[in-house]
């Protein structure tokens, strides 16, 4: 079972969390959804919205339309490390970053692919997207921080079941790998980068065993990287279903033999799985995401990243649909729509006579970033480009 949830799991987050292109069917008459207790209940306590700097009530439609378009440009305010996705489809996404680079400490463009290659014989990785690379656009940003770390997203895409049982149990191949992934990162002076294969390796190759190696395959890949002073991420799916069952894709072990070899690790706590409109990310679900990974291991609470979404669903009778800031304005903008506070998931949404649009707001940020303040984690935003530019406030 476990493995059908993976496979569901990654086509959710590679095709909505991640794109605006792909529809989700909604089962009009499915079950209610209880939502995971969180470990920790001061995140749900009343006294957390009373230190709130942007309670919900103060979160209007009037108070959107008017401030939404205003930039903070200053110093940082969450005290842990803060990674922001930006995307070739997506422009806005890479004025932010320039706007905004003091707010950050990574940024992961979502240019490269690592795709299996085999050359005289010698089989090995071949990175693609270069094309995507902006020169320009990196040097802006160093400029306006020259603190910010670079390290763009790399999908290992293209990974056959074949494929990938010959690359988990070929030493030589996956050492050849990891060097070229290393220096290609090192040669056009990245500091590092997101690498995303746990998800997309193991719904192809579903084993424990597949598990074991894959462990093995990504210690050589840190390993290389880290020759060349390169910081590593690993970016994975959610640990728990939306009832706070494990999903099987990231067990407390899992984690910590990646953090071990690792810089960070950051799971997918966005694309909360529910037949019925219940959030993006409750944040009962998210705090018990994190707790379930750290409870016995506090010590690696500083290698954590958790998920934080920029964009938020449409739910109708015709399905789910992926919004962004434009298309949320749009919902605002109606007369006959309403603006509500979800005391459940702690999310805002809208309310149409047809629809219902969850979408981030600055209390559902700046209550999510406090959750990981208190757990001492870090946050990493998908994707910076599909938020309001007011969000940055919050930052």
């Known amino acids: 079972m476990k493995w059908l949830i993976i496979c569901a799991l990654i086509g959710l987050s590679l095709e909505l969390g991640k794109s605006d292109k792909k529809?989700?069917?909604?089962?009009?008459?499915?079950?209610?959804?209880?939502?995971?207790e969180a470990a920790d209940e001061s995140d749900l306590n009343p006294e957390v919205l009373k230190s709130l700097k942007h309670p919900p009530k103060t979160v209007t439609k009037e108070s959107i339309l008017k401030e939404h378009e205003?930039?903070?440009?200053?110093?940082?305010?969450?005290?842990?490390?803060?990674?922001?996705?930006?995307?070739?489809?997506?422009?806005?996404?890479?004025?932010?970053?320039?706007?905004?680079?003091?707010?950050?400490?990574h940024i992961s463009p979502v240019w490269l692919q690592a795709k299996p290659s085999e050359d005289e014989g010698n089989v090995a990785?071949?990175?693609?997207?270069?094309?995507?690379?902006?020169?320009?656009?990196?040097?802006?940003?160093?400029?306006?921080?020259?603190?910010?770390?670079?390290?763009?997203?790399?999908?290992?895409?293209?990974?056959?079941?074949?494929?990938?049982?010959?690359?988990?149990?070929?030493?030589?191949?996956?050492t050849r790998c990891a060097r070229n992934i290393a220096e290609f990162l090192s040669r056009n002076?990245?500091?590092?980068?997101?690498?995303?294969?746990?998800?997309?390796?193991?719904?192809?190759?579903?084993?424990?065993?597949?598990?074991?190696?894959?462990?093995?395959?990504?210690?050589?890949?840190?390993?290389?990287?880290?020759?060349?002073?390169?910081?590593?991420?690993?970016?994975?799916?959610?640990?728990?279903?939306?009832?706070?069952?494990?999903?099987?894709?990231?067990?407390?072990?899992?984690?910590?033999k990646l953090a071990s070899h690792a810089d960070f690790v950051q799971i997918m706590t966005y694309d909360y799985m529910s037949q019925k409109p219940a959030g993006v990310a409750p944040i009962p679900w998210v705090a018990a995401s994190?707790?379930?990974?750290?409870?016995?291991?506090?010590?690696?609470?500083?290698?954590?990243?958790?998920?934080?979404?920029?964009?938020?669903?449409?739910y109708s009778k015709s399905g789910?649909?992926?919004?962004?800031?434009?298309?949320?304005?749009?919902?605002?903008?109606?007369?006959?729509?309403v603006l509500e506070w979800d005391p459940q998931a702690m999310e805002h949404r809208v309310r149409g006579k047809e629809f219902i649009v969850y979408y981030p707001s600055t209390t559902s940020l700046e209550m999510r970033l406090k959750?990981?303040?208190?757990?001492?984690?870090?946050c990493a935003i998908w994707e910076y480009g599909q938020g309001l530019q007011y969000f940055s406030k919050v930052l």
């Open 70 to 105: 205003e930039l903070d440009r200053g110093e940082k305010q969450f005290k842990g490390p803060l990674l922001a996705y930006i995307t070739p489809w997506n422009g806005h996404g890479y004025d932010m970053a320039k706007w905004t680079a003091k707010k950050l400490t």
């Open 189 to 256: 002076q990245f500091e590092g980068a997101v690498i995303e294969a746990w998800m997309q390796i193991l719904t192809v190759a579903r084993s424990r065993e597949a598990i074991f190696l894959l462990h093995e395959a990504l210690e050589t890949l840190s390993k290389a990287m880290k020759k060349h002073e390169l910081l590593v991420f690993y970016a994975v799916g959610p640990p728990l279903r939306d009832v706070g069952e494990p999903t099987g894709i990231l067990e407390p072990e899992d984690f910590k």
């Open 371 to 378: 959750v990981a303040d208190s757990r001492g984690v870090g």
């Open 125 to 174: 990785c071949t990175i693609a997207g270069t094309h995507d690379i902006d020169r320009g656009w990196m040097e802006e940003l160093r400029h306006n921080n020259p603190d910010i770390k670079i390290v763009p997203r790399i999908l290992f895409e293209g990974w056959t079941l074949d494929i990938v049982q010959k690359f988990l149990q070929d030493e030589s191949w996956t």
């Open 290 to 314: 994190i707790d379930y990974l750290l409870t016995e291991q506090l010590e690696l609470k500083h290698k954590l990243l958790i998920g934080l979404n920029y964009y938020g669903y449409e």
């Open 23 to 36: 529809k989700k069917v909604v089962e009009e008459e499915a079950p209610e959804q209880t939502l995971p």
């Open 320 to 337: 789910m649909e992926p919004v962004k800031y434009d298309k949320f304005l749009g919902f605002i903008k109606q007369q006959d729509s």
